[in-house]
T-cell receptor, first 118, second 113 residues
Framework: EPEVTQTPSHQVTQMGQEVILRCVPISNHLYFYWYRQILGQKVEFLVS????????KSEIFDDQFSVERPDGSNFTLKIRSTKLEDSAMYFC????????????????FGPGTRLLVL | AQSVTQLGSHVSVSEGALVLLRCNYS??????LFWYVQYPNQGLQLLLK??????LVKGINGFEAEFKKSETSFRLTKPSAHMSDAAEYFC???????????FGAGTRLTVKP
């Protein structure tokens, strides 16, 4: 399966600053996702994105968060004013249908961006 | 709504011993079930998946999992543990490939020499 890359791999920021995390699927995909994993805790769904719109979002995904795919390639997660509790590993995932030559039964995850808010 | 519960946050086995990790799910529709592995400071790697075909599924690295609808369980096993199997293992459920995935809390597997 094609890979997903995420940049940066690590980011340290000050509380209140804006951060943008990027996800670059190597090939075309239909659905994109962001998940979060606070240190030592489980992976939590944040948001799914389809056809340039949010498809679903969890209760975690509040007004501080936004997603977009501005250039048809990069898929970004923006946190407007970071809080200490935003420190976590953020995973991008992607999904595409079988007719596009992909395994449509699962999502494939990127390596993650570790965000540390000080 | 779907959810998964992983039984045991920490499992310790000796090298060469059987690995058994337990996961129970809750779903209103036939679920898709997954086991992911996470090595320290790395991302999530898909070990195997169940998508309503055979109830015994084989994955990578010698792992396999058994789906039991009557018990709403998806049990991960490996006959003989290797030191390199030490990692965090996550069970996950979704309704379909493109639906949001719900993860369990994870089970940390330790392998003793």
């Amino acid at each position: 399966e094609p890979e997903v890359t995420q940049t940066p791999s690590h980011q340290v920021t000050q509380m209140g600053q804006e951060v943008i995390l990027r996800c670059v699927p190597i090939s075309n995909h239909l659905y994109f996702y962001w998940y979060r994993q606070i240190l030592g805790q489980k992976v939590e769904f944040l948001v799914s994105f389809y056809n340039n719109e949010i498809s679903e979002k969890s209760e975690i995904f509040d007004d501080q968060f936004s997603v977009e795919r501005p250039d048809g390639s990069n898929f970004t997660l923006k946190i407007r004013s970071t809080k200490l509790e935003d420190s976590a590993m953020y995973f991008c995932a992607r999904w595409a249908p079988k007719i596009w030559g992909h395994d449509q039964e699962t999502q494939y995850f990127g390596p993650g961006t570790r965000l540390l808010v000080l | 709504a779907q959810s998964v519960t992983q039984l045991g946050s920490h499992v310790s086995v000796s090298e060469g011993a059987l690995v058994l990790l337990r996961c129970n799910y809750s779903s209103s529709v036939p679920p898709y079930l997954f086991w992911y592995v996470q090595y320290p400071n790395q991302g999530l790697q898909l070990l195997l998946k169940y998508t309503s075909a055979a109830t015994l599924v084989k994955g990578i690295n010698g792992f396999e999992a058994e789906f039991k609808k009557s018990e709403t369980s998806f049990r991960l096993t490996k006959p003989s543990a290797h030191m390199s199997d030490a990692a965090e293992y996550f069970c996950a459920v979704s309704e379909w490939g493109n639906n949001d995935m719900r993860f369990g809390a994870g089970t940390r597997l330790t392998v003793k020499p």
